[in-house]
């Protein structure tokens, strides 16, 4: 999860969100205040990473993290999150209920 480091991990606004299994941290996800010019939304954020342990993936760990951050989202008056996946993960924010525009899902 060494890999999942980005620039403006510090800053105020971005917001970070671990799981834990038996106090090991097994999937992260971060959200950045970044706002989409291809969506006319007020109040949005960026879904810059995203990662699993290797061998605690394909445990609905990922849908877990993306629920919360979603349920921490509307209690903070966001109004949306957005992301550009890699290819091989769009199937699974599309398995988990997530639309695509032209340029992001």
């Known amino acids: 999860m060494e890999s999942c ?11 970070h969100f671990g799981l834990y299994l038996k106090q090991e941290l097994v999937g992260i ?3 950045f205040k970044k706002s989409n010019s291809d969506i006319p939304v007020k109040n949005q954020y960026q879904i810059r990473g995203m990662a699993a342990l290797e061998n605690h993936r394909k445990k609905d760990f990922g849908k877990e993290l993306l629920l919360y951050s979603e349920k921490q989202c509307k209690n903070q008056n966001m109004d949306l999150i957005w992301f550009n996946p890699r290819i ?3 199937d ?3 398995k988990n209920g997530k639309s695509k525009n032209k340029n992001s899902i």
């Open 92 to 94: 699974f924010y599309q």
């Open 5 to 15: 480091r980005f620039e403006g991990d510090d800053l105020e606004t971005t917001q």
């Open 88 to 90: 091989e993960a769009s």
């Open 29 to 31: 996800i971060s959200l």
